[in-house]
C-alpha cells in the first residue's frame, strides 16, 4: 500500500470512531423516548444575563417523582425576560388505564430572574415551572394538570 492509503485508511478509521463517540453522546437524549425536533438549535446566551438563568441554555433530562415518567427540556434561546423552549414527555400509562403518546411542544417561556425561573404552558392549561438549582446543573419543575401536580427533577446533558 502507498503511504497516501494508508493515510486515508487511517483518517477513515477516525472519521468513523469519532463519528461513533459524537453519536453516542447524541443518543444520551433518547434515554427518554420523546419525538425530539430535527431543527434544534441553541443559541449562547448574551453575557449579561445573570448566570443563574444563563445555565438553563441547553438541554435537560429527568424524570417525574414517583411516577417514572421521562421528559426533556431544551431551552434554545434565553434572555432576562423570555426563553423559547421545547417541552418533551414519554409515553405512559397509568394505574386507571389512560395512556399519553409520547409528546414534544414548542413554548415561549417567562423568565423571572428573581426567583431563578422559567414557565410557560399557561395557555394549554397545564403551567410548567422550572426553578434551577444551586449547583446550576439541576433543575426542579412542577407541571400543573386539572386533577394533579407532577414533579421533576433534570439534569443538564448538553
Known sequence: MKITQVLALFVCIILIAVSGITDAGEKKLVNVKVPLPDDIKIAAPAEDIPKDIAAFSG???????????????????????????????????????????????????????EKRQIEFGQAQKQPSTFIMGNNLNQIKGTVKKATDTDKLIMTKIK
Open 59 to 113: 438541554v435537560w433530562e429527568g424524570k417525574d417523582i414517583g411516577k417514572g415518567i421521562g421528559s426533556v427540556l431544551v431551552v434554545e434561546e434565553i434572555n432576562s425576560k423570555e426563553a423559547k423552549v421545547i417541552y418533551c414527555r414519554e409515553a405512559w400509562k397509568d394505574e386507571r388505564g389512560y395512556t399519553s403518546d409520547a409528546w414534544c411542544y414548542r413554548f415561549k417561556a417567562i423568565v423571572t430572574p
